[in-house]
């Protein structure tokens, strides 16, 4: 079936049940569809829907369609004709900024979201929150390493003579940058801001490896499918899908250290027909009860610190921002500074690949 017809078939549904349960009747006869999440997929969207979606729909008497993959375009798109099937996404955090500015992303009104009080203020924006922790990191495959001997930094990455094999790295400027100034030898506290010398820096290292890269990946499940057939010996991953493919007994293994850290960023998309509703969502994601829920699904961490004080032993292990691993980072993203090079690259970025 196809998804529209997913959508027409259980918008009626959803229609009835809101209309019954107190409070919510006006936002569902205005939105005449389902109010809809939409993320990543893999370990994210199963992270978000168990921890976040699911409780909150069973707490408001009402039905939310879980979707996937983002897609930026596609946001703009719907905005831009007025028709707008998401209302509440998660993005990387430089489209946050994008959103802002472009006008894609709805202003977030934090008395509606008291919660957010309790978090770090890195994790709070005017147009976003961010809702859960994870980070880029450095995986090998076990043919190429043995488990415990593979690449511990950005260095290691780019060092082919003692660690040789075909590599993989995110097909966008982003991560690249901070992974190959952290492989020049910069600091945490270097790698930002992003001026000129150091962009320069950066597209000169990512040339020094860019003949051992063969392939530039754009899914997240790429990097473990292609770590655990062999076809790479090492590459960039996100820390969720590392995990949830090696709970599943794939052969690859993983380092935090060199990590770049970052946060999965909710918006809601401008015309969106639910923003009380996502609202809601938001605030009810980062309450302690739900934040505490992810540390049982080991894949991405919490934003709240005291849900992330509950974590075990083998939960400090696997979260990005615990102690124990925020101290061997290589860098936590500025998104900010991400959303600046991102834009100000766009086109050199493009000839790079194409080079």
Not at 66 to 71: I, V
Not at 197 to 210: N, P, T, V
């Amino acid at each position: 079936m196809l998804r529209r017809e997913f959508l027409l078939g259980t918008a009626g549904a959803g229609l009835a049940l809101a209309t019954a349960t107190a409070g919510m009747p006006r936002l569902a006869q205005a939105a005449n569809r389902p109010f809809t999440f939409t993320s990543w997929g893999g370990a994210l969207s199963n992270a978000e829907k168990v921890a976040f979606m699911d409780p909150f729909a069973a707490l408001k008497g009402i039905e939310i369609i879980n979707t996937s993959p983002t897609e930026t375009a596609k946001i703009k798109a719907m905005v831009e004709a007025k028709n707008v099937e998401w209302d509440l996404v998660t993005v990387g955090g430089s489209a946050v900024w994008q959103g802002a500015q472009e006008n894609f992303v709805e202003p977030l009104d934090l008395s509606k979201i008291p919660n957010a009080k309790n978090l770090d203020p890195g994790w709070v924006n005017p147009y976003g929150i961010a809702t859960s922790t994870g980070a880029t990191i450095i995986g090998w495959s076990q043919s190429a390493f043995p488990a415990d001997a593979g690449p511990q930094s950005w260095a290691d990455f780019w060092n082919v003579k003692e660690f040789p094999g075909a590599r993989g790295l995110y097909k966008n400027f982003l991560y690249n940058y901070e992974a190959a100034l952290l492989a020049a030898g910069l600091s945490r506290a270097e790698i930002y801001p992003a001026t000129q010398e150091k962009l320069d820096l950066a597209f000169g290292k990512l040339a020094e490896i860019k003949p051992n890269v063969t392939v530039w990946w754009g899914a997240g499940a790429q990097p473990p499918q292609l770590l655990s057939s062999g076809e790479l010996a090492m590459c960039s991953v996100w820390t969720g899908r590392a995990l949830a493919a090696e709970a599943e007994g794939a052969p690859i293994s993983h380092t935090y250290k060199d990590g770049i850290a970052w946060g999965n960023w909710w918006v809601i998309i401008k015309g969106s027909p639910y923003v009380e509703l996502a609202h809601e969502a938001m605030n009810f994601a980062i309450g302690e009860e739900p934040q505490t829920a992810l540390l049982t699904l080991n894949s991405y961490g919490p934003v709240l610190e005291a849900a992330a004080a509950k974590a075990d032993e083998r939960g400090r292990a696997m979260m990005v921002m615990s102690p124990q691993n925020v101290k061997v980072m290589g860098v936590i993203l500025n998104e900010e500074e991400v959303n600046k090079y991102v834009l100000a690259t766009q086109e050199r970025w493009n000839q790079f690949l194409l080079g």
